[in-house]
């Protein structure tokens, strides 16, 4: 069973940066795609940035620019480096896995963008 937990979440100002990170248990990860996704209240969950086994990277479009995914296959972690930020970042952040036929999805991490 793959265990993703992410960290790095917190209170930051308009313009700010933070990155989060996501641990993964298993030792498939370097297999896995990759994803971050952020949800608020009332919204559909929607996709951030995705990063695939050998590297490739894609994004959305609010975030293109501002955002950067990157992976680490030796820690088994994947982080998202978040610059720039707005208000309108404010969200639940959740990590994604998919490793060959399974997903599996982090508990979420809260990151809020005001002054």
């Known amino acids: 069973q793959v265990q993703l937990v992410e960290s790095g979440g917190g209170l930051v100002q308009p313009g700010g940066s933070l990155r989060l990170s996501c641990a993964t248990s298993g030792s498939t990860f370097g297999a896995g795609a990759m994803s971050w996704y952020r949800q608020v209240p009332g919204k559909q969950r929607e996709l951030v940035a995705r990063i695939t086994s050998g590297g490739e990277t894609n994004y959305a479009d609010s975030v293109k620019g501002r955002f950067t995914i990157s992976r680490d296959n030796a820690k088994n972690t994947v982080y998202l480096q978040m610059n720039s930020l707005k208000p309108e970042d404010t969200a639940v952040y959740y990590c994604?896995?998919?490793?060959?036929?399974?997903?599996?999805w982090g508990q979420g991490t809260q990151v809020t963008v005001s002054s």
């Open positions: 994604f896995a998919h490793i060959w036929t399974a997903t599996y």
